[in-house]
């Protein structure tokens, strides 16, 4: 299994410019997360899904939009980016019920907005 | 909603000395209680977990505590060693949301 999958690994935008950050879980997982980490504030939430159809907001959504309609893809789209959203993101994937409620994290997008 | 507070922010020790860092949440339904470690440069990683019925777990040099009148918890690493420095996060969670939040994070410098 490949596990959870991000890219692009490293991506410089300018101000008002759009994108997709892509993510994929090959772990049949429903519960899909987004966050975002700055230094000193830890990981923040930014939106999550419970399964496919199925988003909901975190911590700190606005700027963002999700959509799921796999179980596998979760992409998180920045609308107009902002150098406020300089950031690293992650997105994690974790089972639903069952014997384990770790999430597992894809390795990171390094975003650069300027 | 739920609110994780991690204390210290930065911690420094030496090499086989013991290592404490504590968390407090706000939920008293949270029922999750993961630690996850983050080398420099690479993705968060779960180092152990507990739920809301134990209060206490082990896993080799590694321990997790729960106090849940007092909705803290905290994490115990014994005999540290050069490769434990990291950034250390705490977090809490229903697990029926399927959604984490998390520590601030602890900078644990082990000195050889």
Known sequence: NAGVTQ???????????SMTLQCAQDMNHEYMSWYRQDPGMGLRLIHYSVGAGITDQGE???????????????PLR???????????????????????YEQYFGPGTRLTVT | GENV???????????GDSAVIKCTYSDSASNYFPWYKQELGKRPQ????????VGEKKDQRIAVTLNKTAKHFSLHITETQPEDSAVYFCAAARTSYGKLTFGQGTILTVHP
Not at chain 1, 7 to 17: C, D, E, N, R
Not at chain 1, 60 to 72: A, F, I, M
Not at chain 1, 83 to 92: L, M
Not at chain 2, 5 to 15: A, F, I, M, N
């Open chain 1, 60 to 74: 700190v959504p606005n700027g963002y939009n999700v959509s799921r309609s796999t179980t596998e893809d979760f």
């Open chain 2, 46 to 53: 779960l180092i152990i977990d507990i739920r809301s019925n």
């Open chain 2, 5 to 15: 507070e991690q204390h210290p922010s930065t911690l420094s020790v030496q090499e």
């Open chain 1, 7 to 17: 890219t692009p690994k490293f991506q410089v935008l300018k101000t008002g410019q």
């Open chain 1, 78 to 100: 920045l609308l107009s980016a902002a150098p406020s959203q300089t950031s690293v993101y992650f997105c994690a994937s974790s089972e639903r019920g069952g014997l384990s």
